[in-house]
């Protein structure tokens, strides 16, 4: 299994600021072994951690597999700001089985998602149901999405595929 963080705030309660960063050009090689996974932004503790204005775009598995790529991720805080942030060209080509997120919240007490632009989300083999995912609440308690603008590029060989702007749940 590989990880690669663009930035990674682990562990630290408080108040945090990720603000106008770019991140890019993460990639693996045609016929890569093992599991990837990519994040662009990953905060994993806070109380109130605030995301915006940062470009993340080109982070692209290839491999055969599984894999995982997200945009921004959280899974913590008490209060999450996602805003104003560009998240372009991102997925899977040649895994079966990958999950690609534009933005993923699997936790924190209340997320904010306004105003992102995610586009050019992708799995080129993905056999998975609901593999892509612009947005995708798959925890928290309470989640505000508002005036977010997702294109998903989802074209795939695989015979499951599905994908969706947004998933709750």
Known sequence: SNT????????????????????FNFSTTSGGAGTHTFHGIALNAGTTDTVSGNTIYNLVATGTTTCTVNGISTNAGTTNHFFQNKISRIGSIGHSTPTINGLVASAGTTNNINNNLIDSVFAT???????????NISGGTNANVHYNTVLLNGTSTGTNYGSSALSVG
């Open 4 to 23: 690669v963080w663009g930035i990674r705030e682990f562990g630290t309660t408080g108040t945090k600021r990720i603000t106008n960063n770019q991140i």
């Open 125 to 135: 083999a993905s056999n998975s149901t609901n593999t892509l995912a612009g947005i």
